[in-house]
């Protein structure tokens, strides 16, 4: 027998069926709490976001018109309540860079490329800190979580030729960065 949809456990929630609930949450806990993640930084942050967000879903589910997916619906309020508390912070230096750094590096046993590993990951973290929230935003979904921009557009509310430009630009800056941080803070021509 198939799983039930979304669509249909939505359903059945509305018609009072709180089992569907725990199943549409079992569904996509981890993926919230993993985009959550990436943008408050923090296991407890993250996991408080992710508790909220499902709160805040279950509430809110009279609200889903089944315009978007309930995975996107439930990606934008995960993104939303990250940026709050992002800004409540005031992070500068929110986001683990180890799994960027493990895309460009490989890891090894060489005492030596691990330092320069560590070195790499602290410059990156301090790019991708200086990047505006919504730089972050759509960067944490589209190379993380590797989301299209059509899902990126529907989670943040914001046109494709926009998010493009957001992913170009933080992309150019963390470049930037690195290439000043590099060169041991002088710039070449």
């Not at 070195?119 to 979580?145: C, G, H, N, W």
């Amino acid at each position: 027998m198939e799983p039930p949809s979304d669509l249909e456990l939505v359903e059945a929630v509305r018609n009072g069926n709180r089992q569907a609930f725990t199943d549409l949450m079992r569904r996509y806990q981890t993926r919230v709490y993993w985009v959550s993640r990436r943008i408050v930084g923090t296991h407890e942050d993250a996991d408080d976001v992710a508790q909220e967000t499902f709160v805040k879903a279950f509430t809110s589910l009279g609200d889903f018109r089944g315009d978007s997916s309930l995975f996107t619906w439930l990606y934008r309020i995960a993104v939303n309540l990250s940026l709050n508390v992002v800004r409540k912070r005031q992070l500068v230096n929110y986001l683990r860079e180890s799994d960027i750094i493990n895309r460009f590096f490989p890891s090894g046993d060489d005492p030596s490329a691990n330092v320069e590993l560590k070195e790499t990951e602290s410059m990156i973290e301090r790019a991708v800190a200086r990047l505006p929230e919504k730089q972050r935003a759509v960067f944490v979904l589209r190379y993380y979580d590797e989301l299209s921009y059509e899902e990126i557009s529907e989670i943040l509310k914001t046109s494709i030729g926009g998010l493009k430009a957001n992913y170009f630009h933080a992309l150019r800056k963390v470049q930037e960065f690195l290439k000043h941080e590099t060169s041991g803070g002088q710039d070449h021509p």
